[in-house]
């Protein structure tokens, strides 16, 4: 079993549609969850932080993270073409909490 | 807005040299991180650095390996000798504090091992 389990993706959607990104994990010692979002040959930027459960909000970015099913969501309302990217999620533990596990990454388009 | 910059972008190589690639991390950062993806594969962690020294490795971070930080603002990984499965985008990070995961990455080097 993979550390940490994202969907695969591809996800297409239209302009203006709530996409839901997942991720799953097997860790118990997982503390601090991040979205990032990397476009085609760049490096991984962060867009969401949490620390152990619960739910942020940023703008039109939703992180949730349930650690009793060990269960993370992102939330994009009100999509646009330009969050056409790979989005991955990352977990680290308390220690060396900058030795992050990646998921695999899910490609999302969104149509105009 | 500060920046993790990494030269060069791209790298070619044959198969046994010796590469070294170099990051500048966000001035005011004390940790610093290199990552590496192959091609359709996820990003997977090499090496942490603080306080000059290695805090901890990857299995991947083998003898041919090695990290350094020459002076206040570079920080290098040099692979000593090549090979065809070092051909990856290779990501360098850093962080203002050792917890709470929230990494800075620059854009990455593309190694291409022939």
Same mark, same amino acid.
């Given at each position: 079993?993979?550390?940490?389990?994202?969907?695969?993706?591809?996800?297409?959607?239209?302009?203006?549609?709530?996409?839901?990104?997942?991720?799953?994990? &097997?860790?118990?010692?997982?503390?601090? $969850?991040?979205?990032?979002? %990397?476009? /085609?040959?760049?490096?991984?930027? #962060?867009?969401?932080?949490?620390?152990?459960?619960?739910?942020?909000?940023?703008?039109?970015?939703?992180?949730?993270?349930?650690? &009793?099913?060990?269960?993370?969501?992102? $939330?994009?309302?009100?999509? %646009?073409? /330009?969050?056409?990217?790979?989005? #991955?999620?990352?977990?680290?533990?308390?220690?060396?909490?900058?030795?992050?596990?990646?998921?695999?990454?899910?490609?999302?388009?969104?149509?105009? | 807005?500060?920046?993790?910059?990494?030269?060069?972008?791209?790298?070619?190589?044959?198969?046994?040299?010796?590469?070294?690639?170099?990051?500048?991390?966000?001035?005011?950062?004390?940790?610093?991180?290199?990552?590496?993806?192959?091609?359709?594969?996820?990003?997977?962690?090499?090496?942490?650095?603080?306080?000059?020294?290695?805090?901890?490795?990857?299995?991947?971070?083998?003898?041919?390996?090695?990290?350094?930080?020459?002076?206040?603002?570079?920080?290098?990984?040099?692979?000593?000798?090549?090979?065809?499965?070092?051909?990856?985008?290779?990501?360098?990070?850093?962080?203002?504090?050792?917890?709470?995961?929230?990494?800075?990455?620059?854009?990455?080097?593309?190694?291409?091992?022939?």
């Amino acid at each position: 079993q993979k550390e940490v389990e994202q969907d695969p993706g591809p996800l297409s959607v239209p302009e203006g549609a709530i996409v839901s990104l997942n991720c799953t994990y &097997s860790n118990s010692a997982f503390q601090y $969850f991040m979205w990032y979002r %990397q476009y /085609s040959r760049k490096g991984p930027e #962060l867009l969401m932080y949490t620390y152990s459960s619960g739910n942020k909000e940023d703008g039109r970015f939703t992180a949730q993270v349930d650690k &009793s099913s060990k269960y993370i969501s992102l $939330f994009i309302r009100d999509s %646009q073409p /330009s969050d056409s990217a790979t989005y #991955l999620c990352a977990m680290s533990g308390d220690t060396n909490a900058g030795k992050s596990t990646f998921g695999d990454g899910t490609t999302l388009t969104v149509k105009p | 807005e500060p920046e993790v910059t990494q030269t060069p972008s791209h790298q070619v190589t044959q198969m046994g040299q010796e590469v070294i690639l170099r990051c500048v991390p966000i001035s005011n950062h004390l940790y610093f991180y290199w990552y590496r993806q192959i091609l359709g594969q996820k990003v997977e962690f090499l090496v942490s650095f603080y306080n000059n020294e290695i805090s901890e490795k990857s299995e991947i971070f083998d003898d041919q390996f090695s990290v350094e930080r020459p002076d206040g603002s570079n920080f290098t990984l040099k692979i000593r000798s090549t090979k065809l499965e070092d051909s990856a985008m290779y990501f360098c990070a850093s962080s203002e504090r050792g917890t709470g995961g929230k990494l800075f990455f620059g854009s990455g080097t593309q190694l291409s091992v022939l």
